[in-house]
C-alpha cells in the first residue's frame, strides 16, 4: 500500500485528492493548519475506507511547518510515495495595495514551500527509484496579473525544470494548473466571483482525477478542463496587456485556481 501526503488537505483541491486517494486505497498524510479538522478528515477517510490518515498540523507560512514536513517526507522508514503541494491562498488588492508582508508570506507558501517540500520528497524518491509530486499552480501562471499569478508561475517553471532532470529516475514531477474551482478559496480572499461565467468553474474531485491521471501518463503539465486548455491556446495570440486587463474583468485580482 501506498502513502501519499497532502498540504492544504481539509478543503478544496486538496480534500478532493484526498477523497480520491483514500478511494483508491492509499494511506494519507493530511497536512493543514486546524488541528480539529485534520482529525475530523482523518476520521472520516478511515471509517469510509479504511486506511490509515496521519495527521500533520503545520503552517507553510513558517520555517517550523516548513521543516516538520520535510522531516516527514525524508522519513525512510515510512516512505512517501506521492507529495501533493496544495497549501495555498489569494491576497485582495493590486500590486501596492497589498502589504510587503502578506506578499512575503504568499512566496513564502507558494514558492519557498514548494521549493524545499519537493526537494525533501523527490531525494527520498529518487533513492527508491520511484514516485510522484503534484505541485498545485493556477492558469494563473499565465496571466501577468500580481504576486499570486507570479508566484505560480515559479511553480510551473519550477516543476518541468525539476521534471527534466529527473527523467529517467523514476520519479515525476507534474505542475497542476486549474481554472476557477468550485472552493473556499476565493471566500478567504474576500473575492467577488459573481460575475465569474457558470461555463469557467470547474468541479475539485474532477480536478484531482484528471490530475492523477496526467500524472501516471507521465505529463509534466496539467490542465484538467478542454475549456481552459482552449483560453490558453488562444491567450498565447494575444498581448500579455490585454490579458491583464481581461483578469480584471472577470473580478479577480490575481487570477484563477
Known sequence: MTTALITGSTAGIGAAFARRLAADGHDLVLVARDTKRLREQATELHDRHGIEAEVLTADLARDTGIEAVATRLGDRRNPVDLLINNAGFANKGRYLDVSMADELTMLKVHCEAVLRLTSAAAEAMRERGRGGVVNVASVAAFVPRGTYGASKAWV????????????????????????????????????????????????????????????????????????????????????????????????RKYGPQ
Not at 474551482?181 to 467577488?192: I, L, Q, S, Y
Request: with cysteine; net charge positive.
Open 156 to 251: 510551473v517553471q519550477f516543476t518541468q525544470g525539476a521534471a527534466r532532470d529527473l527523467a529517467g529516475s523514476g520519479v515525476r514531477l507534474m505542475a497542476l494548473c486549474p481554472g476557477f474551482v468550485r472552493t473556499e478559496f476565493h471566500e478567504r480572499a474576500g473575492m467577488d466571483t459573481d460575475n465569474i461565467p457558470g461555463w469557467m468553474w470547474l468541479d475539485a474531485d474532477k480536478v484531482a482525477a484528471t490530475a492523477l491521471e496526467d500524472l501516471a501518463r507521465g505529463r509534466s503539465l496539467c490542465v484538467p478542463d478542454p475549456r481552459y486548455k482552449v483560453l490558453l491556446g488562444a491567450a498565447k495570440l494575444v498581448p500579455r496587456g490585454m490579458l491583464g486587463g481581461l483578469s480584471s474583468r472577470t473580478g
